[in-house]
């Protein structure tokens, strides 16, 4: 069965700093990963799929199918990048519905 | 161009009512999915529909039923309702080219 994990719930940064969101996975075959973002009490937006390789608002994720992660990073947080980040994963295996993570919480203090 | 439109956003029941969510998308989206969403717990599959006409169960089907009255509309009943039901509800529909577009969300409170 396939399984993301999330191991922070909450990650507190500085603004400037750099913030990296761990996401590891378990899958027989090729997954495909995804990240949610969720601003307060707003709709999960599509912030990072893996098969693209793009970078949104400064975010970038690098799928490592050796140490099946694929973990969210951005060098400089920004105060407006507060929110809870899901990881997801997708696959044929699993019907190609989303399996999500547990979710972090990020929090950028000015 | 509205996506997924659920209804209503917020919700209060007594232990033992019934009440329907509903969930629209406009974007002729096959597959549609019904999520709840928990702290610490992420997105939990309920049930979803692969097409019209299909539905399935997922990861935590128990005390709900669903309707996919048509390619657009897909509907998540609770016919008696229970605290532990107190979550918020996300209704998704699949991107052809991967990942889900999600609605707003339905916020129910079980008393």
């Known amino acids: 069965a396939q399984r993301v994990t999330q191991p922070e719930k909450l990650l507190s940064v500085f603004k400037g700093a750099p913030v990296e969101l761990k996401c590891n996975y378990s899958y027989s075959g090729s997954p495909e990963l995804f990240w949610y973002v969720q601003y307060s009490r707003q709709r999960l937006q599509l912030l990072l799929r893996?098969?693209s390789r793009e970078s949104i608002k400064g975010f970038t994720a690098d799928l490592n199918k050796g140490e099946t992660s694929f973990h969210l990073k951005k060098p400089f947080a920004q105060e407006e990048d507060s929110a809870m980040y899901y990881c997801?994963?997708?696959?044929?295996?699993?019907?190609?519905?989303?399996?999500f993570g547990g979710g972090t919480r990020v929090l950028v203090k000015p | 161009n509205a996506g997924v439109t659920q209804t209503p956003k917020f919700q209060v029941l007594k232990t033992g009512q019934s009440m329907t969510l509903q969930c629209a998308q406009d974007m002729n989206h096959n597959s549609m999915y019904w999520y709840r969403q928990d702290p610490g717990m992420g997105l939990r599959l309920i049930y979803y529909?692969?097409?019209?006409?299909?539905?399935d169960k997922g990861e935590v089907p128990n005390g709900y039923n669903v309707s996919r009255l048509n390619k657009r509309e897909f509907s998540l009943r609770l016919e008696s309702a229970a605290p532990s039901q107190t979550s918020v509800y996300f209704c998704a529909s699949d991107r052809p080219e991967g990942g889900y577009t999600f609605g707003s969300g339905t916020r129910l409170t079980v008393v």
């Open positions: 997801a994963l997708s696959g044929w295996a699993a019907g190609n519905k989303l399996t």
């Open positions: 529909s692969a097409s019209e006409g299909t539905t």
């Open positions: 893996h098969i």
